[in-house]
């Protein structure tokens, strides 16, 4: 929603206001009927009708108020016609892609189209429509062609000539691996061309300054995920509970009536075995032991098997939206259920979806990392040795929604540090890219939402009472959303029910909730313990940042790494600073993110506490250590940012912090995964 910047700004006609306020209370309606089906389907209604009425008060603003350019030229009442016809063909040309996808289904029968997915499909595109208007600027046809103009040949040839020669040298260095060590060649070749190209893309950025630092780390990241994919095309039991995401992700990119052959329903559940097939989808990997290698013969039995299986068709239908479907935190799954229905329009086997709908989520990663550290002013550095550790990247390349949370709030955060540095106050354009940025982000994991209170850091001197009031009252109606979308089916199970069944005998989250409400100040002892003895530790760090799920954990066969990573990305903080560090550095701002990320802590905590840990034990079962990535941008360049300027090492610093960065992700790659891939 947009507000007026001044007194004097547009102002929202009253009728404007009453739809949309009449909207929201349809909403709480929707979810009071709909609160049979569960609190997550009830929050899924509230919050539809909220961004229905953000969406109507951004259709009176961009087309019926005052004329603005855009890319599509000076908006207008006309316009408002284009769009929605734009978005109706939209949404016809998914839902026929959708039905064409469809093993069982064709568009060419009426009875197999579904109004409410079409609808969907319209909401999305004239919301889609909406966001472009504002924040595409108008101008970015001009600056394409200028740019083609300018750079891009001399950009084409620098790197066709570096990943070239890449690509060469990987393929001699990858058959001396191959021939002389026993490993499979096409993962050989796969890591030493990312190797090779990193390399190559950091020469292309610090000596020929053809391209930008977030444009280097967007290429690292997709080389490094995209070699990861490809090394194994299709499995489950890689990355963590990616049987769990498959299944959402899946479910999500019908929306409804999914179709499930054999072999999606291996892909769901661990150890499945179904008819037509010989081994299950993790080839046996239990228990999971970090010394276990992959055979070229078994990854091809199991992906044969896999094609096979999904080409004998389907043999389980999902009738209607599934409930799981109806979630707030779905959100997080959006970019590989894209891959997921692109594989199925194109029809390729499911050895290919499957890695399209990692592919996707690694380039959605990449792109708003991209977006990340091209847009906040300082600690461009920081962020990039942040969006490559190991850790980020792996999951980024598999089926998770974490990616998802960490770069959107590196996003989120680089908004604030802009809108912190500025000398002008924020607009309402900046506003609310803060707060979709959060509410996209936070969906999947709505626990980090204390750090939406890092926009109170904004400073607000420059606005009216108005907008100051406005400003405040959508940062804390956000929070409370957010808030609400993971207490609410708490609150209606009265404390969470059974729990989590897969944090073993004895957990029961009512009973945990009224044993904690009950002793608190031994549940404080707990925590406390917990915190200090184990979970914010050096060791704890390093299993967030090169740990690979199932595949083992690097600081665990060398314990030295988690100190050098630790040392590594704190001198990081330190030495990149400049002006803008310095100027956005506050003690009374490094007290409040304290604050934020402790209280985000805490959170974390309670949430598996009541979840997923046996009732009154004196430890916290489930607390993963790569929760702690979410925070670490926010504590270190709010919290560890110090206030001054380095003025030395301009060019060696900034090469030697991504040497580092890229070795650790390849020394990591390697020896996780790509050596232990054998002929």
Request: aromatic letters at 16%.
């Amino acid at each position: 929603m947009k507000v007026a910047d001044s007194e004097s700004g547009p102002s929202l006609p009253r009728v404007w206001v009453l739809i949309a306020l009449f909207t929201i209370l349809l909403g709480f309606a929707g979810a009071f009927f709909f609160l049979s089906r569960g609190a997550s389907v009830a929050m899924v209604v509230l919050i539809a009708s909220v961004v229905l009425a953000a969406a109507e008060l951004q259709t009176y603003f961009q087309f019926f108020c005052l004329p603005k350019p855009s890319f599509m030229g000076m908006t207008s009442r006309g316009s408002f016609w284009i769009a929605l016809s734009a978005s109706f063909f939209a949404a016809f040309l998914l839902e026929a892609g959708t039905l064409i996808g469809a093993p069982n289904s064709t568009p060419l029968e009426l009875g197999d189209w579904r109004a409410k997915r079409f609808f969907v499909f319209f909401m999305l595109s004239y919301l889609l429509i909406l966001f472009a208007l504002e924040y595409v600027p108008a101008d970015i046809s001009d600056r394409f062609k200028l740019y083609c103009h300018n750079r891009l040949r001399r950009t084409l040839f620098a790197f066709l000539v570096a990943y070239g020669s890449s690509f060469i040298l990987a393929l001699a260095v990858g058959f001396l691996f191959h021939r002389y060590c026993a490993l499979s060649f096409w993962p050989q070749l796969l890591f030493w061309f990312f190797l090779f190209a990193a390399v190559a893309t950091g020469a292309v950025h610090f000596g020929f300054k053809i391209i930008s630092l977030e444009f280097s780390v967007m290429l690292i990241l997709l080389l490094a995920g995209t070699s990861i994919i490809s090394a194994i095309p299709i499995s489950n039991l890689f990355s963590w509970d990616d049987e769990i995401h498959y299944s959402n992700a899946l479910h999500l990119s019908y929306f409804s009536d999914a179709e499930l052959t054999s072999s999606d329903l291996m892909l769901m559940h661990l150890f499945d075995v179904q008819g037509g097939h010989t081994v299950d989808a993790s080839m046996g990997r239990f228990p999971v032991d970090g010394s276990l290698t992959w055979r070229e013969d078994e990854i091809d039995l199991l992906t044969a098997e896999l094609d096979a299986g999904y080409g004998r068709g389907v043999v389980a239908t999902v009738e209607g939206i599934a409930s799981s479907t109806l979630s707030y935190s779905m959100l997080g799954y959006v970019p590989s259920a894209v891959g997921l229905w692109l594989g199925r329009l194109f029809h390729f086997p499911l050895s290919l979806t499957f890695m399209l709908g990692r592919f996707a989520n690694l380039l959605c990663y990449a792109t708003v990392c991209f977006f990340a550290i091209r847009i906040i002013p300082c600690k461009k550095l920081l962020m990039g040795v942040l969006a490559l550790m190991p850790t980020s990247v792996f999951m980024a390349a598999n089926f998770a929604y974490d990616p998802w949370v960490i770069s959107f709030g590196f996003l989120s955060v680089s908004l604030i540090v802009r809108s912190v540095d500025s000398s002008n106050p924020p607009t309402s354009h900046v506003v609310f890219a803060i707060l979709l940025s959060f509410f996209v982000g936070l969906a999947p994991k709505a626990v980090y939402f204390p750090l939406i209170g890092l926009m109170f850091l904004i400073p607000t001197k420059g606005l009216t009472p108005r907008a100051r009031r406005a400003f405040y009252s959508a940062v804390v109606v956000l929070g409370l959303v957010v808030v609400a979308s993971f207490l609410a089916p708490l609150v209606v199970s009265n404390g969470g029910g059974a729990g989590d069944i897969r944090g073993g005998e004895g957990v029961n989250s009512s009973a945990q909730v009224r044993y904690v409400l009950g002793n608190p100040v031994a549940y404080a002892s707990t925590m406390l313990k917990f915190l200090s003895t184990s979970y914010l530790t050096p060791a704890s760090f390093g299993a967030a940042t090169v740990q690979w799920a199932y595949l083992s954990d690097l600081s665990v066969a060398f314990p030295w790494l988690a100190n050098v990573v630790l040392i590594f990305v704190f001198c990081v903080a330190l030495l990149d600073s400049d002006a803008c560090s310095r100027k956005i550095f506050s003690v009374a701002g490094a007290v409040w993110a304290l604050f934020l990320v402790a209280i985000s802590l805490v959170g974390i905590c309670t949430a598996l506490y009541f979840s997923f840990t046996p009732v009154a034990l004196d430890w916290i079962n489930g607390v993963q250590s790569r929760y702690l990535l979410p925070l670490v941008l926010p504590l270190l360049v709010f919290v560890l940012n110090m206030p001054y300027v380095r003025r030395w090492g301009r060019r060696f610093v900034p090469v030697a912090v991504m040497v580092v960065s890229v070795s650790l992700l390849g020394f990591t790659s390697w020896m996780l995964l790509f050596s232990r891939l054998v002929v």
